[in-house]
């Protein structure tokens, strides 16, 4: 069965600096997805990152990126130049593109604190 | 940009009251989920629909839970006999197709059960 484990439940960072939320995930499968979301304390899940896991270069979206290591199966996100705004739970999912359905499976969550 | 719209915002209900959540996907996405919070927990897969059926839904979907996709464009869960553990938020989403990567999210409908 597949799983998300996000060790972390909550993180501190000064702003400006760099973080990394960490994510192992386990999964029988060859063809799968591996999505970052964030979620503000108004609590709407806004979409960050994904990286597919035929992807040989790890994805990147601004200030976002997505450090995969795929023999250890982890997909950690690297929030660099950190801003107030940042401060939010951030889940790490997972989608198995070989299932019947392209359902996500979440992890348990990141409380992401920046400090100024 | 098109979005993924969800009312009420917040329903109180009384416990063993039916409640029906409302969701407005995006217009040309085919797949369509519904996805629940309990406050402070991750987020857990309800159920997926496509071609106006049920594709897969987990074992928290059961007998009191139904979905409709009644219009063509709303698409709504239905909680037969509202119990106080039904008390999250519940999540809307959809997708364009099987392999999309994206599923984008509705705002969320926050649901108390009194």
């Known amino acids: 069965a597949q799983k998300i484990t996000q060790t972390q439940p909550g993180m501190f960072v000064q702003e400006k600096e760099a973080v990394t939320l960490d994510c192992t995930y386990d999964?029988?499968?060859?063809?799968?997805?591996l999505f970052w979301y964030k979620q503000p304390s108004s609590g709407e899940m806004i979409f960050l990152i994904y990286?597919?896991?035929?992807?040989?270069q790890n994805a990147t979206e601004g200030r976002y990126s997505l450090n995969f290591q795929k023999a250890r199966k982890s997909a950690n996100l690297v929030i660099s130049a950190s801003q107030l705004g940042d401060s939010a739970m951030y889940f790490c999912?997972?989608?198995?593109?070989?299932?019947?359905?392209?359902?996500?499976?979440f992890g348990t969550g990141t409380l992401l604190a920046v400090q100024p | 940009e098109p979005e993924v719209t969800q009312t009420p915002s917040h329903q109180v209900t009384q416990m063993g009251q039916e409640v029906i959540l409302r969701c407005v996907p995006i217009?040309?996405?085919?797949?369509f989920y519904w996805y629940r919070q309990i406050l402070g927990q991750k987020v857990e897969f309800l159920v997926s629909?496509?071609?106006?059926?049920?594709?897969?839904k987990s074992e928290i979907f059961d007998d009191q839970f139904s979905v409709e996709r009644p219009d063509g464009s709303n698409f709504t869960l239905k909680i037969r006999s509202t119990k106080l553990e039904d008390s999250a938020m519940y999540f809307c989403?959809?997708?364009?197709?099987?392999?999309?990567?994206?599923?984008?999210f509705g705002p969320g409908t926050r649901l108390t059960v009194t």
């Open positions: 999912a997972m989608k198995d593109y070989g299932g019947a359905t392209n359902k996500l499976i």
């Open positions: 999964t029988s499968d060859q063809s799968y997805g």
């Open positions: 990286q597919g896991s035929y992807d040989e």
């Open positions: 217009s040309n996405h085919l797949y």
């Open positions: 629909f496509y071609n106006n059926e049920i594709s897969e």
């Open positions: 989403a959809s997708a364009y197709g099987h392999s999309s990567y994206e599923q984008y």
